[in-house]
């Protein structure tokens, strides 16, 4: 295992600045190694130093204690976004080493940029490049032999998870990391036209080196849904196909060979490309595959980048416009989709050329295991099933109201872009307030948390009284969809989903049973239409008759002195 000591992020750089080709550890090694974190940045680092067209700022703190880089790429050399964006130019964002045991975005980035900044490919006028080099820094410098031991290459690879050992492709919306905070603030600077997250795939075995994960477009809707589906992708096949490499959809199909096709991978909001969806980005996740050999995967990550490079200034003006007029739409948007369902009566024939599969006798159980022969090579044509059709919306309020002390909620809300204001002065508003009244909660941990699912609420109209300095977030700004999505506590990965609210699940006050039983008698005799309710549940429930405590509790629950704010969802809709 090679070793590299922190500190020479802070030393003169390296090797790599004394050399004016600016020869990458990948080219020197012949495709066996991959740089570690320190010698990427000393490399990114002599490059912006030596070229004009190549621009390196740190944008960001990370878990791991070093900020987090973004390159900027322009042919002009000018690197502000907001004039970049006056001038018509799209922008295209890459994100590599998300999982740094998947390195192929991060030494293709180099080699890509190092020849536009050579002039060995051109990158075209009206087309800024960004790049993160390294997002996960934290599993970058976690590096080992041992790690991602089916890949094939390069020799030591980067950890999974990052300095929380979390997996950072799941935490979008949750946010649980600094990247993920940092990401969301890079993303609303940029506001790319395009996304690109480089990573590496597993699973079955098959002759393609590149897959390609492209964000679900009955999701992303309207114009840019169809867009997406009818041209953009499209359009990547043969544009990869002339470099020689022959994509395909990223494979979602784990075992045996996926003879009857397999259903295009739900990339909801929790995932990159999801995340970027809500803000009518085209989003994509370019999978090599792991058993290809290193350098055949860079450079078909290479080869992808420049297709999309390709594309997007071919269809600059076109992009521009179908998401300005999405955006526009979008702030008067009545109806959100919240949940979704694959539509297995429709689907798209694709070129699938894979291995057949089979089955002998494991040496290690002595059981049955499988394996595929690559001495049988196949090219067949299968369904790829890539219609989703919703199955629930809810309706846009005028705004939503958030009490201050949901600062959780609010610090991501901001990072996301969000414009709110507070409350000049104590109110009393009317609103539409939402109860919480069945959910499932995870039987394990995912990612720091347990998702609430299958979340049923009620909902009344109410006056509630909020405080000063209580947040007021109008929708009829850019950020529509993703408030949507993330407050609405049945939408799939929203805030309440991803437990942010669960204080509100349990109860804080209480009763003693024997003190309790004297003031609920004397609140029954006052209280009438509460007693035959509680005559009504006896009568038809014979549990519930038989069960002195259940009787109580449902009356102090129907009463005057039960807690509003339990199970109470403390966001609020302004009709």
Same mark, same amino acid.
């Given at each position: 295992?090679?070793?590299?000591?922190?500190?020479?992020?802070?030393?003169?750089?390296?090797?790599?600045?004394?050399?004016?080709?600016?020869?990458?550890?990948? *080219?020197?090694?012949?495709?066996?190694?991959?740089?570690?974190?320190?010698?990427?940045?000393?490399?990114?680092?002599?490059?912006?130093?030596? =070229?004009?067209?190549?621009?390196?700022?740190?944008?960001?703190?990370?878990?791991?204690?070093?900020?987090?880089?973004?390159?900027?790429?322009?042919?002009?050399?000018?690197?502000?976004?907001?004039?970049?964006?006056?001038?018509?130019?799209?922008?295209?964002?890459?994100?590599?080493?998300?999982?740094?045991?998947?390195?192929?975005?991060?030494?293709?980035?180099?080699?890509?940029?190092?020849?536009?900044?050579?002039?060995?490919?051109?990158?075209?006028?009206?087309?800024?490049?960004?790049?993160?080099?390294? #997002?996960?820094? $934290?599993?970058?410098?976690?590096?080992?032999?041992?790690?991602?031991?089916?890949?094939?290459?390069?020799?030591?690879? $980067?950890?999974? $998870?990052?300095? !929380?050992?979390?997996? &950072?492709?799941?935490?979008?919306?949750?946010?649980?990391?600094?990247?993920?905070?940092?990401?969301?603030?890079?993303?609303?600077?940029?506001?790319?036209?395009?996304?690109?997250?480089?990573?590496?795939?597993?699973?079955?075995? =098959?002759?393609?080196?590149?897959?390609?994960?492209?964000? !679900?477009?009955?999701?992303?809707? @309207?114009?840019?849904?169809?867009?997406?589906?009818?041209?953009?992708?499209?359009?990547?096949?043969?544009?990869?196909?002339?470099?020689?490499?022959?994509?395909?959809?990223?494979?979602?199909?784990?075992?045996?060979?996926?003879?009857? $096709?397999?259903?295009? /991978?739900?990339?909801?909001?929790? #995932?990159?490309?999801?995340?970027?969806?809500?803000?009518?980005?085209?989003?994509?996740?370019?999978?090599?595959?792991?058993?290809?050999?290193?350098?055949?995967?860079?450079?078909?990550?290479?080869?992808?980048?420049?297709?999309?490079?390709?594309?997007?200034?071919?269809? @600059?003006?076109?992009?521009?416009?179908?998401?300005?007029?999405?955006?526009?739409?979008?702030?008067?948007?009545?109806?959100?989709?919240?949940?979704?369902? %694959?539509?297995?009566? +429709?689907?798209?024939?694709?070129?699938?050329?894979?291995?057949?599969?089979?089955?002998?006798?494991?040496?290690?159980?002595?059981?049955?295991?499988?394996? /595929?022969?690559?001495?049988?090579?196949?090219?067949?044509?299968?369904?790829? /099933?890539?219609?989703?059709?919703?199955?629930?919306?809810?309706?846009?309020?005028?705004?939503?109201?958030?009490?201050?002390?949901?600062?959780?909620?609010?610090?991501?809300?901001?990072?996301?872009?969000?414009?709110?204001?507070? &409350?000049?002065?104590?109110?009393?508003?009317?609103?539409?307030?939402?109860?919480?009244?069945?959910?499932?909660? @995870?039987?394990?941990?995912? *990612? @720091?948390?347990?998702?609430?699912?299958?979340?049923?609420?009620?909902?009344?109209?109410?006056?509630?009284?909020?405080?000063?300095?209580?947040? %007021?977030?109008?929708?009829?700004?850019?950020?529509?969809?993703?408030?949507?999505?993330?407050?609405?506590?049945?939408?799939?990965?929203?805030?309440?989903?991803?437990?942010?609210?669960?204080?509100?699940?349990? !109860?804080? *006050?209480? /009763?003693?049973?024997?003190?309790?039983?004297?003031?609920?008698?004397?609140?029954?005799?006052?209280?009438?239409?509460?007693?035959?309710?509680? *005559? !009504?549940?006896?009568?038809?429930?014979?549990?519930?008759?038989?069960?002195?405590?259940?009787?109580?509790?449902?009356?102090? +629950?129907?009463?005057?002195?039960?807690?509003?704010?339990?199970?109470?969802?403390?966001? =609020?809709?302004?009709?």
């Amino acid at each position: 295992m090679r070793y590299l000591l922190l500190f020479s992020l802070f030393l003169p750089a390296v090797s790599y600045s004394q050399a004016s080709s600016h020869q990458t550890l990948f *080219e020197k090694t012949n495709g066996s190694e991959s740089p570690t974190y320190p010698e990427v940045i000393s490399w990114w680092k002599s490059l912006d130093a030596a =070229y004009p067209t190549v621009s390196m700022q740190e944008a960001g703190p990370t878990d791991a204690g070093f900020p987090l880089h973004l390159i900027l790429v322009s042919a002009d050399g000018r690197f502000d976004i907001s004039a970049a964006k006056r001038s018509g130019k799209t922008i295209i964002l890459v994100n590599n080493g998300i999982h740094p045991g998947e390195p192929d975005g991060i030494d293709a980035s180099m080699l890509l940029v190092r020849d536009i900044a050579q002039k060995k490919y051109r990158l075209p006028a009206n087309v800024m490049l960004a790049i993160i080099p390294v #997002y996960n820094i $934290g599993g970058a410098l976690n590096r080992s032999v041992n790690y991602r031991i089916d890949q094939n290459g390069p020799v030591e690879k $980067g950890f999974r $998870g990052n300095s !929380q050992n979390l997996d &950072l492709n799941r935490d979008f919306i949750k946010a649980d990391s600094r990247e993920a905070l940092s990401f969301a603030r890079i993303f609303q600077q940029l506001d790319p036209d395009v996304f690109i997250d480089n990573h590496v795939s597993n699973g079955a075995d =098959y002759q393609h080196v590149m897959t390609l994960l492209t964000s !679900q477009h009955n999701r992303l809707g @309207g114009t840019l849904g169809d867009y997406l589906n009818t041209k953009f992708e499209p359009a990547l096949y043969p544009l990869m196909k002339a470099k020689g490499f022959d994509l395909v959809p990223y494979v979602n199909h784990f075992g045996e060979t996926p003879d009857s $096709g397999w259903p295009q /991978y739900w990339d909801g909001p929790r #995932y990159s490309s999801g995340y970027a969806s809500l803000f009518n980005t085209f989003a994509f996740v370019p999978e090599t595959h792991m058993l290809k050999p290193y350098p055949q995967r860079v450079a078909s990550t290479r080869a992808l980048m420049e297709s999309f490079i390709e594309f997007t200034s071919t269809h @600059g003006a076109e992009i521009l416009k179908i998401r300005t007029d999405a955006r526009a739409a979008q702030l008067t948007q009545a109806v959100f989709p919240l949940a979704w369902k %694959l539509d297995r009566s +429709k689907f798209t024939e694709i070129t699938f050329k894979g291995y057949e599969a089979g089955h002998k006798v494991s040496e290690v159980s002595g059981q049955s295991r499988l394996y /595929y022969d690559r001495g049988k090579p196949f090219e067949k044509k299968l369904p790829f /099933y890539n219609t989703y059709v919703d199955t629930f919306s809810v309706t846009r309020p005028r705004a939503y109201l958030i009490p201050q002390g949901w600062w959780k909620v609010i610090e991501r809300l901001q990072a996301s872009g969000v414009r709110m204001t507070r &409350l000049s002065k104590d109110s009393v508003i009317e609103v539409e307030a939402y109860r919480i009244e069945s959910f499932q909660s @995870g039987a394990r941990p995912y *990612e @720091g948390h347990h998702l609430n699912t299958r979340t049923q609420v009620s909902s009344s109209i109410r006056k509630v009284s909020f405080r000063k300095g209580d947040y %007021l977030i109008m929708l009829n700004q850019a950020a529509n969809r993703f408030i949507v999505e993330v407050l609405e506590p049945q939408g799939e990965d929203s805030y309440f989903t991803w437990n942010f609210f669960d204080p509100i699940l349990g !109860q804080k *006050e209480g /009763y003693s049973d024997y003190v309790f039983e004297e003031t609920a008698s004397a609140y029954l005799k006052t209280h009438p239409d509460l007693r035959e309710k509680l *005559e !009504q549940r006896r009568a038809t429930d014979t549990a519930f008759a038989r069960n002195g405590a259940a009787q109580l509790d449902f009356v102090f +629950k129907g009463s005057s002195y039960y807690e509003n704010a339990h199970n109470q969802y403390p966001v =609020y809709r302004l009709r």
